[in-house]
C-alpha cells in the first residue's frame, strides 16, 4: 500500500510539474498572446486566390510582418474575395501601399506581399482599405491571355487567305509576275547593270568626301584655319587703315599714265610700220638669194671652189 508520506511527495511533485510547465508556456506564448495587432481588409476582384490560406504569412517588401485571419467570398459580388489581414501594431502602412498573392517556392502555396508605399504620403489608418495591386503572375497571364488572342486571329486571316479561291488568285498573279520577268529579262537586267554602277559611282562619290572631310579636318587640327582668319584679320585692319579716296586717286591717275602710255606704243608702231615692210620686203630678197645660191651650190658644188681659187 502506498503511504500517506508517498502520496503527499507524489502530488508536491505533480504541482511542481504543473507549475513548471505552465510558466514554460506562458514564456514561450505570452510573448505572441500580448502582441497587438492592427486590422486591414484587401478586396481582390476576378482573381483567384487558390494556395492562400488562413495563418498564411503577411509580408511587406519581403519581411513577415503579419498573418491573413480570414478569407471569404463577398456577399454583394461574387467575383470579389475579401480578405483580413493582421500586422503588428506600429507597422508603417502607408497610404500608397499595395497588397498582391505571391507564391511561395513550387508548393502553390501564397501569401500577401505589400508593397510601395513613400514617405510623404500620410499612414493608413487600422481597419482601412488596402488597394490590390497587380502580380506578376497576373501579368504574365493576362500577356498571354493577349497573345493568345493575336495568334488565334493571324491563325484564322492565314485560313482566309489561303483558301481555294485565294490560291487561285496567287497563281495566277506568280503567273502573271514570271512571264512579265520572262519578257523583261534583258531591261531588268541592263537596270541592275545601271544600278551596280550608279553604286559603284556613288561608292566613289562617298570616298571622295570622306577624304575633303578628312583633309578639312586635318587643317582644323592642324590650327591653318586660325591662321587664315588671323590673316584675314589683319588684311582687314589694313584695308581698313588705307585712305580710299586717295587709293581711287592713285588709280585713276596709273590708268591715265597707262592709257598715254598705250597710245604711244601704237603711234610708234604707225610710224615704224613702212620700214618694218622695208625690211620685211628686204629680209624677202635675202632669203630668195640665199635659196637659189643653195639651189646652184646644190647642182654644182664646184662653184665654192672656182670662188676660192
Known sequence: MVGKAQKVRLGIFITLLSLLLFTAIAFIAGGKLMEKWDFYHITFSDVSVNGLQVGGQV???????????????????????????????????????????????????????????????PLLKPGSEIPPGTSVLDNITGKAEIMAEKLELIMNNILAITNTENQEKLTSILSSVDAILIENREPIGNTITNLDSTTAELTQLLHSTNQILLRFNDIIQKGEIDTMITNFTTISDEMAAVDIQQLAKNLNLTIAQINQTVKKIDLTVVRSQEDIISMIETLRDAVENLDDFARRISEDPTILLRRNN
Request: glycine share 12%; no cysteine.
Open 59 to 121: 509580408r511587406y517588401h519581403g519581411i513577415e510582418v503579419g498573418k491573413i485571419d480570414n478569407i471569404k467570398i463577398s456577399s454583394e459580388d461574387v467575383s470579389q474575395v475579401q480578405v483580413t489581414i493582421s500586422v503588428t501594431q506600429g507597422t508603417p502602412i502607408k497610404t500608397d501601399v499595395e497588397a498582391r498573392l505571391v507564391m511561395v517556392g513550387i508548393t502553390g502555396l501564397k501569401v500577401v506581399e505589400l508593397s510601395g508605399g513613400s514617405n510623404e504620403a
